[in-house]
């Protein structure tokens, strides 16, 4: 389930930063588009709290105990 829900979070931060590229070039009008912005923006703001979280929670490192064997 936690992978899951890190999987979630990292989309959440993958699409935002999708949208600001095609904003960047230009393929997107973000004037005409405020819909896709403020869904890009909560994206963005979810991403944002769960990597202030990790932070907090000094978790910056993740090492799985499965890649501790050797030959793996």
């Given at each position: 389930m936690r992978e899951m829900a890190a999987f979630a979070i990292s989309m959440c931060?993958?699409?935002a930063v999708l949208f600001v590229f095609f904003v960047v070039i230009g393929a997107i009008d973000v004037g005409n588009a405020i819909f896709a912005t403020i869904v890009a923006s909560?994206?963005?703001?979810?991403w944002l709290i769960f990597?202030?979280?990790r932070m907090k929670a000094d978790a910056?490192?993740?090492q799985r105990p499965?890649?501790?064997r050797r030959g793996f």
């Open positions: 931060g993958g699409l909560l994206l963005a703001l979810i990597f202030w979280q910056s490192v993740v499965d890649r501790e």
